[in-house]
């Protein structure tokens, strides 16, 4: 019979960040990707953002693999049912450093946004840490399933938080709709605002622009 241990070593990852924070920075960005994606590629969707006033940063999911039959494309995973505590541990861990090296003295407008499977890292990540945001954007993704509203009660009754997904998405099915708007109810009660818009299982970069200009 096998046996399953565990060691402890040093490991690295790169993330990605778009434009510069200076005096006349309005928002600042953590943007989580979805499965399949890399950070410097998913980071192009915010690059219609004006540049002064936009300070965007991406993480980047460290599990990669090859993607389609013929082994061209790289993309990466947040987590999987194998070993997910463990790895979350290693990502919060990794998200407090890049967090730390990036964030600014004064934080202004700081939005966190998750997209798909990026959904869960952002919001386990922000009820494990307390972070504070002004809008929390979950974009297309699932809430996990642990997660209380005690978690969240920390947050400023100020914070915006948006439900966001298309209407045509073909991973998410009307029971699940209506079962994330719940979810998310519960956690966040009145504060929490669901937005459909007219489109497929993408991110949509009209409502990005809409949110960089409030």
Known sequence: MSIEKKVLYTTSNTYHTLNSFSSTTKNVWLVFHGMGYL????????????????????PQAPAKYYMGEKFKHVGASWLTRENTIEDTKNIFNYMDTVFETEKPETMPNFIVLGYSQGVSIATRWLASRKIQCNQLILHSG????????????????????????????????????????LKGTKLFGDRLKVVVFDGIHEVNKDFIKKISQV
């Open 39 to 58: 950070s410097r590629y998913f980071i192009r969707y915010f690059s219609e953002l004006s540049s002064e006033e936009n300070f965007i940063i991406a």
């Open 142 to 181: 699932g809430i996990p399933v642990e997660l209380t509203t005690k978690d969240f009660d920390y947050l400023n009754s100020n914070t915006e938080v948006t439900y966001l997904f298309g209407d045509k998405d073909q991973y998410i099915t009307e029971a699940r709709k209506t079962e994330e708007s």
